[in-house]
């Protein structure tokens, strides 16, 4: 039975959401921009394409234990609660602020994105990018703040035309017959470095690309039937995401080969231009835009259900529960646009999304162990969903997921640093705000 409570948020999300969340809040420009990087550092097409696959095959694993925890967990929030059950309050308090910062800094980087795009199509704008990216985080916030259905609703509507668009490009691509490109010379990026390095550097680029997978799971609370919808639109998402980033790799080099796409900014308009010709840019344009303002849509809606999920447990303002008539988290959305408000307004995000992306690992790393030990300490617990493959397949995970940070913080030293502070001070606020929570 549904509870009616004002601070409760209301249960009705179902599949096709799940779906298109899933899939709004992962295609973006990665897959457009990423083939140029990769093929710079790989220059066999079937060792890249085996790269994505790869890539995909983690993320299919990852969907497996975030469903058997967001089922055991149905709460908003997602990794937060997960960690919180496993490892006590600390551990789930700098899980959740990871989590949240992560989704946090998303909508203003991607309005800034969207602006710059729009400046491309209608140049008489370029003095005003700021405006423009200010006046999208405001739409949103205001569509979002009128309700959760209005919200899911251009989530499912935005996806469909992302999906639609690049099956448009793809179906272009394999109907090219123009004249053949000459592959253009340049030195083996297996010789540059060694193949094991160019491949893990290539991985943790389509990784980067596959981030916002797990984003089903911080609904659960609002969904139907979590038990049965969550893993359904977990898998199902995730296949559609795997499919056309294999099928769109495989379009490019229809078209060019390896050597001509190596270190190209933006493969995806090279490609567009010798099918469409000048109009090329155009096309790729209005793709990236359709899918910046799908990613946008979904990242308004994921921190504040990790803020929600956190004020419950006091680790954030009391009013963070507030929830309107429409089932939107208000406090917590507003609060959020404010921060995004602020980061536009600065404009600096380079040190911010670096340090996103680790902390995004550094979750995905305590949810993979989180698995393991409930598994042991909590082996009672309803599992409505079992990760298939466990432990085998979790143990995977948290190697890969090792790997991957070990790669971060090599090539990254600066965000490791920054993170490292942050836990230093990190325990005296968690005491703080859990004393204040306990005396009221």
Same mark, same amino acid.
């Given at each position: 039975?549904?509870?009616?409570?004002?601070?409760?948020?209301?249960?009705?999300?179902?599949?096709?959401?799940?779906?298109?969340?899933?899939?709004?809040?992962?295609?973006?420009?990665?897959?457009?921009?990423t083939p140029g990087a990769i093929a710079g550092l790989l220059d066999n097409h079937w060792l890249i394409i085996s790269c994505w696959i790869l890539g995909g095959i983690y993320v299919l694993l990852g969907c497996g234990a975030y469903s058997e925890l967001a089922t055991m967990f149905p709460k908003a929030g997602g990794s937060y609660n997960y960690v919180k059950?496993?490892?006590?309050?600390?551990?789930?308090?700098?899980?959740?602020?990871?989590?949240?910062?992560?989704?946090?800094?998303?909508?203003?980087?991607?309005?800034?994105?969207?602006?710059?795009?729009?400046?491309?199509?209608?140049?008489?704008?370029?003095?005003?990018?700021?405006?423009?990216?200010?006046?999208?985080?405001?739409?949103?916030?205001?569509?979002?703040?009128?309700?959760?259905?209005? @919200?899911? *609703? =251009?989530?499912? #509507?935005?996806? %469909? !035309?992302?999906? &639609?668009? /690049?099956?448009?490009?793809?179906?272009?691509?394999?109907?090219?017959?123009?004249?053949?490109?000459?592959?253009?010379?340049?030195?083996?990026?297996?010789?540059?470095?060694?193949?094991?390095?160019?491949?893990?550097?290539?991985?943790?680029?389509?990784?980067?690309?596959?981030?916002?997978?797990?984003?089903?799971?911080?609904?659960?609370?609002?969904?139907?039937?979590?038990?049965?919808?969550?893993?359904?639109?977990?898998?199902? @998402?995730? *296949? =559609?995401?795997? #499919?056309?980033? %294999? !099928?769109?790799? &495989?379009? /490019?080099?229809?078209?060019?080969?390896?050597?001509?796409?190596?270190?190209?900014?933006?493969?995806?308009?090279?490609?567009?231009?010798?099918?469409?010709?000048?109009?090329?840019?155009?096309?790729?344009?209005?793709?990236?835009?359709?899918?910046?303002?799908?990613?946008?849509?979904?990242?308004?809606?994921?921190?504040?259900?990790?803020?929600?999920?956190?004020?419950?447990?006091?680790?954030?303002?009391?009013?963070?529960?507030?929830?309107?008539?429409?089932?939107?988290?208000?406090?917590?959305?507003?609060?959020?646009?404010?921060?995004?408000?602020?980061?536009?307004?600065?404009?600096?995000?380079?040190?911010?999304?670096?340090?996103?992306?680790?902390?995004?690992?550094?979750?995905?790393?305590?949810?993979?162990?989180?698995?393991?030990?409930?598994?042991?300490?909590?082996?009672?617990?309803?599992?409505?969903?079992?990760?298939?493959?466990?432990?085998?397949?979790?143990?995977?995970?948290?190697?890969?997921?090792?790997?991957?940070?070990?790669?971060?913080?090599?090539?990254?030293?600066?965000?490791?640093?920054?993170?490292?502070?942050?836990?230093?001070?990190?325990?005296?606020?968690?005491?703080?705000?859990?004393?204040?929570?306990?005396?009221?």
């Open positions: 039975m549904e509870n009616n409570s004002p601070n409760h948020l209301k249960k009705i999300l179902g599949v096709s959401f799940g779906i298109a969340i899933l899939i709004g809040g992962t295609i973006g420009v990665g897959i457009l921009r059950h496993a490892f006590g309050n600390y551990f789930g308090f700098i899980t959740g602020w990871f989590d949240y910062l992560t989704c946090a800094i998303a909508p203003a980087f991607f309005c800034i994105v969207i602006s710059e795009y729009l400046v491309l199509l209608v140049p008489q704008w370029e003095n005003h990018t700021t405006i423009i990216a200010i006046a999208f985080l405001l739409g949103f916030t205001l569509l979002h703040a009128s309700g959760t259905k209005n @919200g899911s *609703l =251009v989530q499912k #509507i935005t996806s %469909v !035309i992302k999906i &639609l668009l /690049f099956v448009i490009l793809i179906m272009a691509c394999f109907s090219y017959s123009g004249v053949e490109i000459a592959p253009i010379k340049k030195s083996s990026g297996l010789l540059e470095s060694s193949i094991i390095v160019s491949f893990f550097k290539s991985l943790q680029m389509v990784l980067g690309t596959y981030d916002g997978w797990h984003g089903v799971s911080f609904f659960a609370e609002e969904d139907e039937n979590p038990s049965k919808n969550i893993p359904k639109s977990m898998y199902l @998402g995730v *296949l =559609v995401v795997i #499919i056309i980033y %294999v !099928i769109i790799n &495989l379009a /490019f080099f229809y078209v060019l080969p390896v050597e001509n796409i190596a270190n190209s900014p933006l493969a995806a308009a090279d490609v567009a231009k010798l099918i469409f010709g000048k109009k090329g840019s155009i096309v790729v344009t209005i793709i990236a835009l359709f899918s910046i303002i799908s990613i946008l849509n979904a990242y308004m809606m994921l921190p504040s259900r990790v803020l929600y999920g956190m004020s419950r447990d006091g680790y954030f303002v009391h009013k963070g529960t507030i929830v309107n008539k429409g089932g939107t988290p208000i406090v917590a959305l507003l609060f959020s646009s404010i921060f995004g408000f602020i980061l536009i307004c600065i404009g600096t995000f380079e040190i911010l999304f670096s340090l996103a992306t680790f902390m995004s690992v550094t979750v995905w790393l305590l949810t993979y162990i989180t698995l393991i030990k409930l598994r042991i300490s909590k082996p009672d617990l309803p599992r409505p969903h079992k990760s298939w493959g466990h432990p085998l397949t979790t143990i995977i995970l948290i190697l890969s997921t090792i790997a991957v940070f070990i790669g971060f913080a090599y090539s990254d030293r600066n965000s490791l640093v920054i993170i490292g502070i942050i836990m230093l001070f990190s325990y005296p606020v968690f005491l703080l705000l859990q004393k204040n929570h306990y005396n009221k």
